[in-house]
């Protein structure tokens, strides 16, 4: 089942055993059924159904990762194995990417036949820890898929069955959402940890559905990925946040002072498109200036004169009146794990036009020294996980420390996010750790709330002392 010929028919139980899964580790088994096959077959014939069956299993091989096994285990069922996966969740990321990859028809030898499946999953180790039990479990839950219409899936879990019905009512409001103007802005401020001022906002999307209600980024951001509406999301909020950037520098809460945003950039969007480009473009459109709300440059074309050419970059003149030095963009580590050279680049050209950068949640991913010193990078973000033990858990109070002594030795500085209480804001400044954020001191507010927050913090933080 792992090589060959996907479409090649394997006797079932054999096919489960010959991937050699590891099925004490988390992973998924699904049974795919072709929708009405019997049916194609009658209109078409058996040569046509034979040559069908061999392109499905060429196109689940291009959907699925190499590690997957891809294979028949009945004359119309494939079986897929999915190994070694992070999350139960990714299964049903994974199964809307399958059913987007199907939704263009086969063409075979001139004949346009559109191809639609019903899915039983089970989960390993959950739903069984043999190949006898999982086969089983998704063998139940494909029955329960035919009994209702064509693109169907059902989880073993009942659990999943839950997110999976999820998932998709999002994704489907998520499509109409930008036209109705459902996503907004708010803010959170971060704190210098020795005098309190504020030293940023840092720019968090929220999605207040009309009919859902509000719905957490945790849920509708990795949707937005999947789906390629990423970037769509992040022009929106550069263009808003750079809106409202320019209406609080023009009211002066900090005598001429700049306020700095932090923007979060997918690292889908650096793999998919020039970020650079994207960036400058949106951003080059706002002055720094005393002028009041949403005052742009007269035109697209005036924007655009700003540019000139040098060396086949981008220079942009007159950056004392943009906002570039204004917004820092907020990365992951994981961007680093396709395309390194390209995305250094990146960072360099944003970093070189005054934009600063930061590594958002930094320690939980692909943490490593060797690439650190190389990076173009003004901020370490200490990641929430370990702010949250840093009281009573050595090994993270010792990481935090860690990360601070590493930052100071490169020349960036460390936020720590997710300060709840003034011990952790305490133990933080004896470590060193150089601007802290979180509910203890601000929490995310809109931007109506923020004008009034930062009238009032010059009083207020005499209380956090």
């Not at 409001?173 to 940023?200: M, R, S």
């Not at 929220?206 to 789906?227: A, D, M, N």
């Not at 931007?447 to 927050?453: A, K, N, P, R, Y």
């Amino acid at each position: 089942m792992g090589g060959g010929e996907p479409s090649a028919v394997v006797p079932e139980m054999n096919a489960i055993n010959t991937g050699k899964a590891n099925y004490n580790r988390l992973g998924a088994f699904i049974l795919a059924d072709i929708y009405r096959f019997t049916y194609i077959n009658d209109v078409y014939g058996f040569d046509i159904g034979d040559e069908l069956l061999k392109a499905v299993g060429r196109r689940l091989r291009d959907i699925f990762r190499p590690t997957d096994i891809i294979g028949r285990v009945s004359s119309d069922t494939f079986g897929i194995i999915l190994t070694d996966l992070k999350d139960k969740e990714d299964v049903i990321i994974l199964l809307d990417r399958l059913r987007k990859a199907f939704e263009q028809p086969f063409n075979i030898n001139g004949n346009v036949i559109s191809v639609a499946m019903q899915m039983g999953i089970a989960i390993f180790p959950d739903n069984g820890k043999s190949a006898k039990e999982v086969y089983k479990n998704a063998d139940i839950s494909l029955a329960k898929a035919k009994k209702n219409t064509e693109w169907s899936y059902v989880f073993f879990s009942d659990d999943l069955n839950s997110k999976a019905s999820q998932f998709l009512l999002y994704k489907t409001h998520l499509e109409k959402a930008f036209e109705k103007g459902e996503f907004v802005i708010y803010y959170q401020p971060y704190f210098d940890i020795n005098t309190l001022c504020i030293a940023g906002f840092e720019a968090l999307t929220r999605w207040k559905s009309e009919e859902l209600g509000f719905i957490s980024p945790i849920h509708f951001i990795p949707i937005l990925e999947e789906s390629g509406l990423i970037s769509k999301l992040e022009t929106w909020l550069i263009n808003q946040a750079c809106k409202d950037l320019e209406y609080l520098n023009s009211i002066k809460l900090f005598a001429n002072m700049p306020i700095p945003i932090s923007i979060n950039i997918s690292p889908i969007s650096f793999k998919n498109e020039d970020v650079y480009e994207k960036i400058v473009n949106i951003t080059s459109r706002y002055k720094k200036t005393d002028r009041a709300a949403s005052t742009h440059f007269e035109s697209e074309e005036h924007a655009q004169s700003l540019n000139s050419s040098e060396n086949g970059l981008q220079v942009y003149h007159g950056l004392q009146h943009t906002l570039f030095g204004c917004i820092n963009i907020e990365i992951t580590e994981s961007l680093f794990l396709e395309n390194f050279d390209k995305a250094i680049s990146t960072l360099e050209k944003l970093r070189s036009s005054g934009f600063k950068i930061s590594i958002d949640d930094f320690g939980t991913g692909y943490s490593s020294f060797s690439y650190l010193k190389d990076l173009p990078i003004d901020y370490l973000k200490i990641d929430i996980s370990f702010v949250r033990h840093i009281l009573n858990d050595k090994k993270s109070r010792s990481i935090t420390k860690t990360i601070i002594e590493l930052a100071h030795n490169l020349e960036m500085k460390t936020i720590a996010e997710g300060v709840e209480t003034k011990e952790q804001f305490e133990l933080l400044k004896s470590l060193g750790c150089d601007i802290v954020q979180g509910f203890w001191l601000a929490k995310p507010m809109p931007i109506s709330e923020l004008v009034d927050f930062i009238e009032s913090w010059e009083h207020e933080k005499i209380n956090y002392y």
